[in-house]
């Protein structure tokens, strides 16, 4: 069974960056699409990023531009590179396996 771990969250100012990694152990992730999630206080989860098995990225509306998602099969790990973070981008961000696994979230506050 696949295990989720993510990591790289904390504190960071307006226009700052930070990069979350999500190891995968138990199963390779390379031949899974793969996302990012995000769930502010109040608010539905929602899908930040997704990575394709051979590549192909797809963003929403409210980070393009901003956050990049790759992949590391070797390492049998997923990125998500945020830059110019925004007050709005405080969340707790998941990593998720098409299969329906996730992990335990790591916390993203953006604040001055």
């Known amino acids: 069974q696949v295990q989720l771990v993510e990591s790289g969250g904390g504190l960071v100012q307006p226009g700052g960056s930070l990069r979350l990694s999500c190891v995968a152990s138990?199963?390779?992730?390379?031949?899974?699409?793969m996302d990012w999630y995000r769930q502010a206080p109040g608010k539905q989860r929602e899908l930040v990023a997704r990575i394709l098995s051979g590549g192909i990225t797809n963003y929403a509306d409210s980070v393009k531009g901003r956050f990049t998602i790759s992949r590391d099969n070797a390492k049998n790990t997923v990125y998500l590179q945020m830059n110019r973070l925004k007050p709005e981008d405080t969340a707790v961000y998941y990593c998720?396996?098409?299969?329906?696994?996730w992990g335990q979230g790591t916390q993203v506050t953006v604040s001055s």
């Open positions: 138990g199963s390779r992730l390379s031949i899974y699409a």
């Open positions: 998720h396996r098409a299969t329906g696994e």
